[in-house]
């Protein structure tokens, strides 16, 4: 058990529909972290928050968002859904990516099916 | 962004075997780490190692960050060690700190 939740652990769901998926850090852990994988594309960075700010984008689509709480927990919202967004979607958390130690742990994802 | 190369794509081992996996990359780093996916698709850390060696039971990793690889070792492979294996690196560049870059994984299958 990394200590990172993810919830749901599945989720199905039309085309157009709107969903959100949680997480939950380690504990002391300030950086969360969300990645998408597809078969096709692989594992992809999405998205990173540290102590409640947005710190980088990658490959985010506009139709999904994210925001970190100042409980720390996580959300990512995917609107508009289309069949391509069908992937296992994982979050991670770690202290603080500008310290030596930025070990990553990775939750046990939600595995998103639209259909 | 960083590219991430991992080899072989593929590899089948009879139980009690010996396996080495190898991941090249792009541009110096800050992290690299190695993971396990099982069936479940859980990401299992293996090692946290931008450079150094490490050990863990049947399992050891080698990372030589002026070369820009690292070496991930199986011994006496077990079928429970079945599953994809990923290499993972974090760049050093400030408008990317933090992020991992994932190679494709190796795909490890151990028959009994």
């Known amino acids: 058990d990394s200590g990172v939740t993810q919830t749901p652990k599945h989720l199905i769901t039309a085309t157009g529909q709107r969903v959100t998926l949680r997480c939950s850090p380690r504990?002391?852990?300030?950086?969360v972290y969300w990645y998408q994988q597809s078969l096709d594309q692989g594992l992809q960075f999405l998205i990173q928050?540290?102590?409640?700010?947005?710190?980088a984008k990658g490959n985010i689509l506009e139709r999904f968002s994210a925001q970190q709480f100042p409980d720390l927990h996580s959300e990512l919202n995917l609107s508009s859904l289309e069949l391509g967004d069908s992937a296992l979607y994982f979050c991670?958390?770690?202290?603080?990516?500008?310290?030596?130690?930025?070990?990553?742990?990775f939750g046990p994802g939600t595995r998103l099916t639209v259909l | 962004g960083i590219q991430v190369e991992q080899s072989p794509p593929d590899l089948i081992l009879q139980e009690g075997a010996n396996s080495t996996l190898r991941c090249n990359f792009s541009d110096s780093v800050n992290n690299l780490q190695w993971f396990h996916q099982n069936p479940w698709g859980q990401l299992i850390n293996l090692f946290y190692i931008p450079s150094g060696t490490k050990q863990n039971g049947r399992l050891s990793a080698t990372t030589v960050a002026t070369e820009r690889y690292s070496l991930l070792y199986i011994s006496s492979s077990q079928t429970t060690d079945s599953g994809v294996y990923f290499c993972?690196?974090?760049?050093?560049?400030?408008?990317?700190?933090?992020?991992?870059?994932f190679g494709r994984g190796t795909q490890l299958t151990v028959w009994p």
């Open positions: 991670a958390s770690s202290g603080n990516p500008r310290l030596a130690d930025n070990e990553q742990f």
């Open positions: 928050y540290y102590n409640g700010e947005e710190r």
């Open positions: 504990s002391g852990d300030l950086s």
């Open positions: 993972a690196v974090g760049s050093r560049r400030g408008s990317t700190l933090g992020r991992l870059y």
